[in-house]
C-alpha cells in the first residue's frame, strides 16, 4: 500500500525541523482597503497620507529579495487588503516566480477580471477571507461600503468557479452573531469549511473602538471557539503540559521561532500585534534582523510581579503582550475581557 503524505504533516514537520529560521512571512503590502470594517485593527488607513509612506514597488522586490536570500518558504500577502495596491499584480508575479509559496489575505472586493486571470494562470497556494455577513445589511453595517455585499458575493462566485483555492472565515462580534447559522449554510453550501473566530483586540493607534463589537462572553464559549487563535497561542487545554516550559518566557507564543511580520513601510515586526521594537528591512540584512529580534523576545522578562506573570491559566488566554499594550497601555497587564474569558472558559471545562 502506497501511503499518502498530507499537506499539513509535511508541514508540521518542515516547521519543526526549522523552527530557528525565518521560514515564513507576513507582508503587510498596505494599510488601504476597500473596506472600513468597524473592528478592523489596522484601521485600514486609506488617505494619501499612508499610501506616500508605502514601500515602492522596486523596494517590496528588494524585501522578497532578501527574505529569499534568508531561506524564507512561505510569503502571505496581507494589508489593509494587498489588492488596493496598484502594483499588486506586478508583486504577486515576482513572489510567484521568486517561488514563494503564497497566501493573499484580502476582502476580495478590490478583485478584478486582470488580477483573477493572473491568479488562475499562477494559482496561489491559498486564498484566505472574512465574510461577516450573510446578509446585505449586517455585512455592510459592518463593512461602512455601500454595495460591498454584491461585489464581495459575485467574487466568492468567480473564485469558486475558477477552481481557486478559497478559504471563507468569518469574524464572530454582536454585529453578526444572529447570523451565524445562515453564515455557516452559505460557507458550506459552497463546498468549503466554516471558520469562526471572536477574537477583536483593539486598533494599532490604541483605539478601543473595536473592542465595543466583542460577543459577551457566555455568547463566546456557547459558540464552542476554542483552540489556537491566529498568533499561534495555546489557548487549549490539551495543552496544559506546554505551560511548564514556557511559564517563566514573557512572551509565550510562536514568535519568534519561524514566523515574522513585515509593514507596509520595510519594517521588520515581531508580530503583527508587536510593533516594538522594529529592524529596517530595506536598509538592513533579513538575517541580523531577525537575529536581534529573536534575542529581544528571548531574553525578555516580566519586569514586575504582574498577574499575568504568575496566572496558571495563561495557556488559554487570547491576549499577548502586544494586544495588552494597546488595549490597557501596558504590556505586562491582563486585558480583564480575556482574563474573565481564560477564567470561566477553565471553569467550564472543568464542569
Avoid at 508575479?93 to 472586493?109: C, D, H, P, R, S
Avoid at 491559498?126 to 459575485?154: C, D, H, P, W
Wanted: overall charge positive; hydrophobic content about 35%.
Amino acid at each position: 500500500m502506497i501511503l499518502k503524505k498530507q499537506y499539513k504533516h509535511w508541514s508540521a514537520r518542515f516547521h519543526a525541523d526549522h523552527s530557528k529560521e525565518p521560514i515564513a512571512v507576513q507582508m503587510e503590502l498596505t494599510y488601504r482597503c476597500p473596506l472600513h470594517c468597524v473592528h478592523c485593527y489596522s484601521g485600514c488607513y486609506n488617505n494619501l497620507e499612508y499610501a506616500k509612506k508605502e514601500l515602492a514597488t522596486k523596494d517590496v522586490k528588494i524585501l522578497m529579495d532578501k527574505l529569499y536570500n534568508a531561506g524564507c518558504l512561505w510569503c502571505a500577502f496581507t494589508g489593509g487588503d494587498p489588492m488596493a495596491r496598484d502594483d499588486f499584480l506586478e508583486l504577486y508575479e515576482y513572489a510567484k516566480q521568486k517561488g514563494f509559496i503564497l497566501t493573499l489575505m484580502t476582502n476580495l472586493v478590490a478583485l478584478t477580471d486582470e488580477i483573477l486571470e493572473k491568479m488562475i494562470e499562477e494559482p496561489p497556494f491559498s486564498i484566505a477571507m472574512t465574510l461577516n455577513g450573510a446578509t446585505r445589511e449586517t455585512y455592510e453595517k459592518i463593512s461602512q461600503v455601500k454595495g460591498s455585499f454584491k461585489i464581495v458575493m459575485s467574487n466568492i462566485d468567480k473564485v469558486l468557479k475558477a477552481k481557486l483555492p478559497l478559504k471563507i472565515k468569518t469574524l464572530l462580534s454582536r454585529n453578526n452573531i444572529h447570523e451565524i447559522d445562515r453564515i455557516k449554510a452559505f460557507v458550506e453550501s459552497k463546498g468549503l469549511k466554516f471558520y469562526p473566530t471572536a477574537n477583536i483586540y483593539a486598533r494599532l493607534n490604541g483605539d478601543t473602538t473595536p473592542c465595543q463589537y466583542r460577543l459577551p462572553i457566555e455568547r463566546f464559549i456557547a459558540n464552542g471557539i476554542d483552540g489556537e487563535d491566529e498568533c499561534g497561542n495555546v489557548v487549549d487545554h490539551k495543552l496544559q503540559t506546554k505551560k511548564f516550559k514556557l511559564q517563566n518566557r514573557f512572551f509565550r507564543c510562536a514568535i519568534g521561532n519561524w514566523q515574522w511580520h513585515i509593514d507596509p513601510y520595510g519594517e521588520l515586526n515581531i508580530c503583527s500585534f508587536v510593533r516594538e521594537p522594529a529592524y529596517s528591512l530595506l536598509s538592513g540584512d533579513a538575517i541580523e534582523g531577525i537575529t536581534e529580534l529573536a534575542d529581544y523576545i528571548k531574553n525578555k522578562r516580566f519586569s514586575r510581579h504582574s498577574e499575568c506573570e504568575s496566572c496558571e491559566i495563561w495557556y488559554r488566554c487570547y491576549s499577548c503582550p502586544g494586544k495588552a499594550k494597546l488595549e490597557v497601555g501596558d504590556e505586562e497587564a491582563p486585558v480583564p475581557y480575556f482574563c474573565k474569558l481564560a477564567k470561566r472558559q477553565t471553569k467550564t471545562i472543568k464542569m
